[in-house]
């Protein structure tokens, strides 16, 4: 809701706006892999917020950088609002268990229910170093793929690469 105000600010006061809008990104140092990765490498028990149903559509840094290298060398765009995501949808439970599967460990997944994990996130994530906070929590508890109603990258004749490759590189 609040995303969709703010695009909608920004389409109709900046003229020449064009909004990407990418799914998870991994690759490089990411956010997602760099908190999640250690935990795996750490404990046998891995927490898996709410029941891991929720699906995902990830994407490769690589793919997005391309993409947006290649929009700015185009003439004319006559698109204003962009989705990026990778071609495989994921539950989490299965992301996870694709990372426990490449590191060739076997980790038992726990789910934590959201009204549990919630007030827990609200306060570590004002410390230092806790490796999640509430808006990352919040991807947890919805699907995040694609709408395929907006434009993506076959608007610059792309097809965006699987992200195992990222995952292996991450590990």
């Known amino acids: 809701e609040i995303i969709s105000k703010t695009e909608d600010l920004i389409t109709k006061e900046l003229k020449n706006s064009i909004i990407i809008r990418p799914s998870i990104i991994l690759g490089n140092g990411d956010q997602f892999l760099s908190n999640l990765l250690p935990i795996f490498k750490m404990s046998f028990f891995i927490p898996l917020f709410g029941d891991g149903s929720k699906k995902f559509q990830p994407v490769s840094i690589e793919d997005v950088v391309d993409f947006t290298s290649n929009l700015i060398d185009l003439p004319n765009v006559n698109e204003r609002l962009f989705e990026l995501g990778g071609p495989d949808v994921f539950t989490y439970r299965e992301f996870y ?5 490449l590191m060739n460990k076997k980790r038992v997944l726990v789910p934590v229910p959201m009204p549990i994990i919630k007030p827990i996130v609200g306060i570590g994530e004002k410390t230092p170093f806790f490796p999640l906070n509430l808006e990352q929590l919040s991807l ?32």
């Open 140 to 171: 947890f508890n919805s699907d995040n793929i694609l709408n395929n109603d907006k434009k993506g990258f076959e608007y610059v004749k792309m097809f965006p690469r699987k992200v195992i490759s990222e995952v292996k590189k991450s590990l």
């Open 97 to 101: 268990n694709l990372i426990a599967d």
